[in-house]
């Protein structure tokens, strides 16, 4: 355990005792201690069923405006982008999903990926969840392409896009378990052989490259 907040403070603000073992926490108490310990600056914004995300068509179009959670519910057609970080080697920076995570926990997954939010384009939200989800600012992004809506997408309309960078990387960790650079061949025979490993979106967008 970090020695900074301190235990005691941690716990009389979860209203959890001095001496509570893992097993007894819930999902949600769980989240919350991950936080409390987390010195990412962006550790407090979690994802919300609350947000708005544009509702669009088959071909992309805005038609309305839902919450996320009953774009999710409903499986309404809305838009993502997911980002592939390369380094100067040609390493991919792939990120594993927290087990905190309400969908596709624990797995691997593009460097960074998400929602956009309401009147927001694709590019701007791949720039921000590039500083949001990994600390990486001032670069710029270049499309690879688009993936329709579908199920493996989660009925996301996606735009992929790619970036290089060679610094360091700070995530939250309620949302990321683990950053990892892997040559793309690994990938390539690790998808092979394991896509169970991997989140569906990732690999949609993973057939881009090919």
């Known amino acids: ?18 001496t509570v073992r893992g097993e007894d926490l819930t999902l949600e108490q ?4 991950t936080r409390a310990f ?15 995300f544009d509702v669009v068509d088959e071909e992309d179009q805005v038609t309305g405006t839902s919450t996320r959670a009953e774009v999710h519910a409903r499986g309404l ?24 995570k ?40 270049e499309e690879v392409g688009r993936v329709k809506a579908c199920a493996a997408t989660g009925w996301e309309h996606v735009r992929l896009y790619r970036t290089r960078h060679d610094g360091s990387l700070r995530f939250p960790c309620a949302e990321i378990d683990a950053a990892m650079w892997f040559p793309v061949a690994e ?18 967008c993973w057939k881009l490259l090919g």
Do not use: C
Request: glycine residues 8%.
């Open 1 to 18: 355990m970090p020695k900074e907040p301190a235990w005691e403070e941690v716990s009389g603000a979860l209203g959890l005792p001095l």
């Open 30 to 33: 769980w989240v919350d201690l």
């Open 38 to 52: 987390d010195t990412h600056p962006l550790k407090d914004l979690p994802q919300k069923d609350g947000e708005i």
């Open 77 to 100: 057609l809305h838009r993502a982008v997911h980002v592939f970080v390369y380094n100067k080697r040609g390493d991919i920076l792939l990120q594993r999903r927290s087990l905190l």
């Open 102 to 141: 309400d969908a596709h926990p624990g797995v691997w997954d593009s460097s960074v990926s998400g929602h956009l939010d309401s009147g927001e384009d694709y590019e701007p939200a791949a720039l921000r969840e590039l500083e949001e989800e990994m600390g990486i600012s001032g670069i710029e992004v």
């Open 187 to 204: 990938v390539e025979a690790w998808i092979a052989n394991r896509p169970s490993d991997f989140a569906t979106g990732f690999l949609e």
